[in-house]
């Protein structure tokens, strides 16, 4: 067997030819999220350019109502302390606090969407109406897109740690990390996303 | 916490086809991921390169009598998208970067194996699937740019096909780039500084960072673009209150950056294969690194430079001329620095060094059209003429596909253990030389006299010019015949490579040829300086 310069962080394994090394899923799943972030600032900038440079006409321009979604903002930023709340008891070994925190969460996504769909529901425009119209059913649908995304992602890390005695434990938390920053990166988006749209 | 990847038990040998047939299987080794792309990219350039045929006999006549005028532009548009997406921008990156990344940061695969068979399995179906949009009623017709409000009221089911290929070969190069930059950063041996790392891997840390930063953007492009044409919203559409130029500001964002994309690793190629074959030390490696940083970064900001005709307000023409401009400075560093390279080495005349200097002397030539395009006045006179035709395919053809070239005939014998043959290779060379300038030249003088770009008729005055320019690319079509016949008679009977044939230090070299399935027999080579040649060499040999 011959050894490669062994710090702590690469090893050559005795018998077979393969290397261990530091675990950088993380790090890719950051860059991910970077490319993921420039799709939302693309729209952003075509947003805040229509909105600059094609101003509607009076009747056209539509008032959004602000409680539901400030309800929603409300509710995903208590998603993301309840999830790293889960991170928390986890890391503890408390399993089973760690899944009703993953499912309150989860639970909280749900109600978001519910919400979204409400609010859809109930305003007077439609996907086609005018440019506004457009962007905002564009802006909200590709986040609800992710929320959607992201709760799934949380139903299924709850279900897996339960199966098999707990695949997901204080040993192997990548899953739970990587959901959680996702949750937390889609939690930011929609900040931004509530301030430009509705705010501004 | 540790993970760790076995290649052995993920890419299990006895479960794995033997021989050639591996590389048509779902294999996660990287160096069979790098040569499925090269192969896969090569056949789409072989279709794509028909079309260019195609185009050109239509335009050895002024009238449209070859094909009809929808028809051309559907050629056009196939072979646009083809050329970049499917050829070049999968090659330059996924073959070479998937082929060499690993060897070069002393690692045994990409940090991600899984993504990165996903990453080229996208590619064939979406390749396909953009193929097969011709056939259906109303293929795409709005180039490869798909402008609105042409794309949008254009027969719709090819454009929407395209789309959907556009976007897919989008998520394979976005998966390409992670998979980049976690190697180059986090899969370096231990001890490996940044710094010491081959031009290629700079150029491939650069080319994804761009990749990350702006292909995201056209994804979320070209999906508002496809709701214009499935549900009727209006982001485009003047007529529905839409602004076309928001499209055009978001689709450059992307494609300028995407010039780089397909330049940057050419330019790291060549920085690995002239010092080789000219036996010197990389002139200027610090600033060569510095310099790629600062196109990546100029890049990104001198987008608009395509839209000063779509009135942009003058503030905005002055900062996207002066930052064009400036982007000149990285690139002409890098320019004297291969020359310093060269000067006074021990020159071999081979294929690989031919296509690389022929690179140099095409570049330069697309790059000062570059320049001389990014003054508003002048390129609002050669704005959509043949002129930007001839600079990008200066760029495009003249400097990356070169170096594709260039670097087959340097890594074939590392990759296949056989060398090819250099009399075809220098016969390559000069046809392909010859017919590049003779196609591509005489269209800055058809640009210049006002030959618009994107029709199949032209004023009868230009047909003496563009018959000159059809003659080039017969040439260029009949230069792909040495090659392949070279590239059939070497995996036949070629002569034997040896593991080492250029005496080249790079750590790829110093495996076996072909290497084996984990890249080294135990421990892996430390290579400290890879360009040590002249000081070091002596020494070794
Ligand atoms: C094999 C030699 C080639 C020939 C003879 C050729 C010829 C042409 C011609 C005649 C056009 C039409 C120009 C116009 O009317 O606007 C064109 C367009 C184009 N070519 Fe090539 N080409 C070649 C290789 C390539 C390569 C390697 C690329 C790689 C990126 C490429 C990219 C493009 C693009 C992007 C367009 C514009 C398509 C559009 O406007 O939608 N070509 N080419
Ligand atoms: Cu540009």
Redesign the interface.
């Known amino acids: 067997m011959t050894t490669l310069d062994s710090s702590k962080e690469i090893q050559k394994n005795n018998s077979e030819v393969h290397e261990t090394h530091e675990d950088f899923r993380m790090f890719g799943l950051i860059t991910f999220l970077i490319a993921d972030g420039m799709t939302f600032a693309g729209f952003f900038a075509a947003y805040l350019t229509y909105k600059a440079v094609n101003p509607l006409p009076d009747g056209a321009i539509y008032e959004l109502e602000l409680p539901i979604p400030t309800l929603n903002t409300i509710l995903l930023l208590v998603s993301s302390a309840t999830f790293h709340k889960a991170g928390k008891a986890l890391l503890k070994d408390k399993n089973s606090d760690s899944q009703k925190w993953l499912f309150f969460t989860a639970f909280l996504g749900i109600i978001f969407l519910i919400c979204q769909l409400f609010e859809y529901f109930h305003l007077p425009f439609g996907l086609t109406d005018n440019l506004f119209a457009s962007t905002f059913y564009a802006l909200t649908g590709f986040h609800g897109l992710h929320v959607t995304l992201g709760t799934l992602m949380i139903l299924i890390i709850t279900w897996q740690s339960r199966i098999n005695g707990g695949r997901i434990t204080s040993q192997n938390m990548f899953p739970l990390e990587a959901v959680e920053l996702y949750w937390h990166f889609v939690d930011g988006i929609w900040v931004i996303l509530f301030i430009i749209l509705y705010l501004l | 916490?540790?993970?760790?990847?076995?290649?052995?038990?993920t890419n299990n040998e006895s479960l794995q086809p033997k021989g050639w047939l591996r590389y048509f299987s779902f294999s996660l080794d990287h160096k069979v991921i790098g040569i499925q792309y090269l192969v896969c990219g090569f056949l789409f350039y072989l279709i794509g390169g028909t079309l260019a045929s195609a185009i050109r006999i239509e335009l050895a006549s002024p009238m449209s009598d070859f094909m009809p005028r929808d028809v051309y532009n559907q050629v056009l548009t196939l072979h646009g998208t083809i050329m970049i997406f499917l050829w070049i921008v999968p090659v330059v990156n996924g073959a070479f970067g998937n082929y060499l990344i690993p060897f070069y940061v002393g690692?045994?695969d990409m940090?991600?194996p899984r993504?990165n068979a996903v990453a080229f399995w996208l590619i064939p179906p979406s390749g396909l699937m953009l193929v097969a949009s011709y056939f259906v009623e109303g293929a795409a017709q709005a180039g490869w740019t798909a402008y609105p409000p042409l794309s949008i009221t254009t027969p719709q089911s090819g454009q929407i096909i395209w789309i959907l290929s556009v976007l897919l070969l989008g998520g394979s190069s976005?998966f390409g780039?992670?998979?980049f930059?976690?190697t180059i950063?986090?899969?370096r041996?231990?001890?490996l500084k940044l710094m010491q790392l081959p031009m290629y891997c700079w150029a491939m840390l650069g080319t994804s960072l761009l990749v990350?930063?702006?292909?995201?953007?056209l994804?979320?492009?070209l999906?508002?673009l496809s709701?214009d044409i499935i549900?009727?919203?209006?982001?485009f559409n003047p007529v529905?209150?839409?602004?076309v130029v928001?499209y055009q500001?978001?689709f450059w964002?992307y494609s300028h950056p995407a010039v780089y994309i397909m330049v940057l690793p050419a330019f790291g190629l060549v920085s690995e294969i002239l010092p080789v074959h000219a036996r010197k030390p990389l002139f200027g490696y610090t600033t060569m690194v510095f310099s790629i940083m600062g196109i990546v970064v100029l890049g990104l900001v001198v987008w608009a430079h395509h839209m000063f005709t779509s009135g942009t307000p003058p503030w905005m023409r002055l900062f996207f001329t002066i930052a064009t401009a400036f982007i000149a400075v990285p690139t002409g560093i890098k320019f004297f620095n291969w020359v310093a390279t060269l000067w006074g080495g021990k020159i071999s005349i081979n294929s690989a060094m031919l296509f690389s200097c022929g690179f140099i002397i095409n570049f330069v030539f697309g790059g000062i059209t570059g320049v001389a395009l990014a003054q508003v006045p002048f390129d609002i006179h050669v704005h959509d003429t043949y002129f930007v035709v001839a600079h990008f395919h200066y760029i495009v053809y003249g400097g990356t596909v070169f170096i594709i070239f260039s670097s087959i005939y340097h890594w074939f014998p590392k990759v296949t253990g056989k060398m090819l043959n250099e009399k075809l290779g220098i016969l390559h060379f000069i046809i392909t030389f010859i017919g590049f300038n003779l196609c591509f030249a005489p269209q800055h003088w058809l640009g210049l006299n006002g030959m618009p770009r994107r029709v199949a008729e032209y004023d009868p005055q230009f047909q003496f010019v563009n018959q000159i320019s059809s003659l080039g690319a017969l040439l260029m079509a009949i230069s792909t015949i040495p090659f392949l016949i070279n590239v059939f008679l070497c995996v036949r009977n070629g002569k034997e490579a040896g593991d080492n044939p250029w005496n080249a230090l790079t750590p790829e070299w110093l495996t076996s040829s072909p290497p084996p399935v984990?890249n080294w027999e135990?421990?892996?080579p430390?290579v400290e300086e890879p360009y040590g040649y002249g000081k070091k060499f002596s020494a070794q040999k």
Not at chain 2, 1 to 9: E, V
Not at chain 2, 240 to 243: I, K, S, V
């Open positions: 916490m540790t993970i760790s990847i076995d290649p052995q038990k690692a045994r940090a991600f993504l976005i780039g992670i998979n930059i976690a950063i986090k899969l041996r231990p001890g990350v930063l702006s292909t995201p953007v994804a979320g492009t999906i508002l709701f549900a009727n919203t209006g982001f529905l209150g839409g602004n928001v500001h978001l964002f984990e135990g421990e892996a430390l």
